[in-house]
């Protein structure tokens, strides 16, 4: 299913030593992990749903029946198996790992190729993940920006990390004398409350990194 889904995807030829090479509008691992999330993660009480793989020219949608089993904004950093004897033997063939990382492994890949944020959403019966092919900075709106903001700090944390103006720079792939557009986006996460300054650093500007909301 996973190799069906992604050689229908939109795709761009690229030339590589001289290879003519099919690049998928997002990376393989991306849907492998999305769909591998989906179908641990679905609710088989709810009749009449399976899981749903929608493919667009600018996005892919998959989703899985049931509401997700931690807040859809602690998908990140959340570890919950719905279906624990699946995620089992999903691990064992090598599909995916049972520690929940799928969402991470999604969100670190688009980080690594300047994707724009992926969207989580949970409906009355369904959860939905839609990703998105490239798009620069500028063509991202607010909501774009704040999102990966979000993402960008809890991937630090689960890292042991933390976010600065600077990793955010390079999430976005923005040169160093456009440091007021990052700051921009910071200074609007942070009013939204879904980030935090890190205490630890105290209240130096220079020094400034932040922790999730919920840290």
């Not at 992990?33 to 493919?55: C, K, R, T, W, Y």
């Amino acid at each position: 299913m996973f190799r069906f889904v992604y050689d229908n995807l939109p795709y761009t030829e690229v030339i590589r030593d001289g290879i003519r090479k099919r690049v998928g509008m997002v990376p393989e691992v991306i849907i492998r992990e999305l769909l591998a999330n989906a179908l641990v993660h679905q609710d088989f009480s709810v009749h009449g749903n399976a899981v749903l793989i929608e493919i667009f020219s600018d996005r892919v949608e998959v989703s899985n029946p049931g509401k997700p089993v931690v807040p859809i904004d602690r998908l990140i950093d959340g570890i919950c198996s719905r279906n624990e004897r699946m995620a089992d033997l999903m691990r064992r063939l090598g599909i995916c790992e049972e520690r929940g990382s799928g969402i991470d492994k999604v969100v670190g890949a688009v980080e690594l190729l300047h994707l724009p944020p992926p969207d989580f959403r949970a409906s009355d019966q369904r959860t939905i993940f839609t990703v998105y092919g490239p798009r620069d900075f500028s063509d991202m709106d607010r909501e774009d920006r704040m999102r990966a903001c979000y993402q960008h700090c809890c991937l630090k944390w689960e890292m042991s990390e933390r976010m600065t103006n600077q990793s955010l720079r390079e999430r976005f792939q923005i040169p160093q004398q456009k440091t007021h557009l990052v700051s921009g986006v910071i200074t609007a996460t942070l009013e939204m409350g879904w980030i935090k300054p890190d205490e630890k650093v105290g209240t130096s500007k220079k020094l400034a990194r932040y922790v999730p909301g919920w840290a």
